[in-house]
């Protein structure tokens, strides 16, 4: 059983600092990683995937992956007051048709 | 627009009532699944369809059914809700299956069994 750990938060950074969000993993055999953000009340959407150890940069987004130490994070540089929701950090593994399984989310809020 | 449809968006019912939850995507893709999200508990996949006529059991599958009979569609049936089932409701769909390429929501449906 593949296990996702989030911190719940809730995070809280003032406007313009980079906020860091992490999540851990205990499934070594987990071959994709995503991102996902939701606000209140709405839908998730995505934000970022990795596949590779690594840093992948979109824009003011940055995730990281190391899978040697079984974690993936999140930096969100010149954080926004609407950057503030919820992030969902997503494993899927290769092969089986069900393997996208959610961590409970990071509550994060940008102050102005 | 692509898009994946859910209703109703809100529902309130009786304990055993039996209810449908609608999904329809646009975008052509063979893979679907059902997910309740529950505070403190994430995303939690009840039932997914690889393709027409191709169904299998997620995380949490009591109480659910599911059908896939047209590519586009994926009703969610509730046979006899009970009030631990009321939660925030996504359908969600992908091109391939659900761990390798994104997954786009539908709207939510929240739930409430009384």
């Known amino acids: 059983q593949k296990e996702v750990e989030q911190n719940s938060g809730p995070l809280s950074v003032p406007e313009g600092a980079i906020a860091s969000l992490n999540c851990t993993y205990s499934d070594r055999g987990s071959q994709s990683f995503f991102w996902y953000r939701q606000y209140s009340g709405k839908s998730p959407e995505l934000i970022m995937f990795i596949y590779s150890n690594g840093d992948k940069e979109d824009g003011r987004f940055t995730a990281q992956l190391n899978k040697a130490s079984q974690y993936v994070s999140l930096l969100i540089r010149d954080s926004q007051p609407s950057d503030s929701a919820t992030y969902l950090c997503?494993?899927?593994?290769?092969?089986?048709?069900?393997?996208?399984?959610f961590g409970s989310g990071t509550q994060l809020t940008v102050l102005p | 627009e692509a898009q994946v449809t859910q209703n109703p968006r809100y529902l309130i019912t009786v304990t055993g009532k039996k209810l449908t939850v609608t999904c329809s995507q646009n975008?052509?893709?063979?893979?679907m699944s059902w997910y309740r999200q529950d505070p403190g508990l994430g995303l939690r996949q009840i039932y997914y369809s690889m393709n027409v006529e191709v169904t299998d059991k997620g995380d949490v599958p009591e109480g659910y059914k599911v059908s896939r009979k047209e590519k586009r569609n994926f009703p969610l049936i509730l046979e006899s809700p009970s009030p631990n089932q009321t939660s925030l409701y996504f359908c969600?769909?992908?091109?391939?299956?659900?761990?390798?390429?994104?997954?786009?929501f539908g709207q939510g449906t929240r739930l409430t069994v009384v």
């Open positions: 969600a769909s992908s091109l391939r299956p659900g761990g390798t390429t994104e997954a786009f």
């Open positions: 997503a494993l899927g593994g290769s092969g089986s048709a069900r393997q996208l399984t």
């Open positions: 975008m052509n893709h063979e893979y």
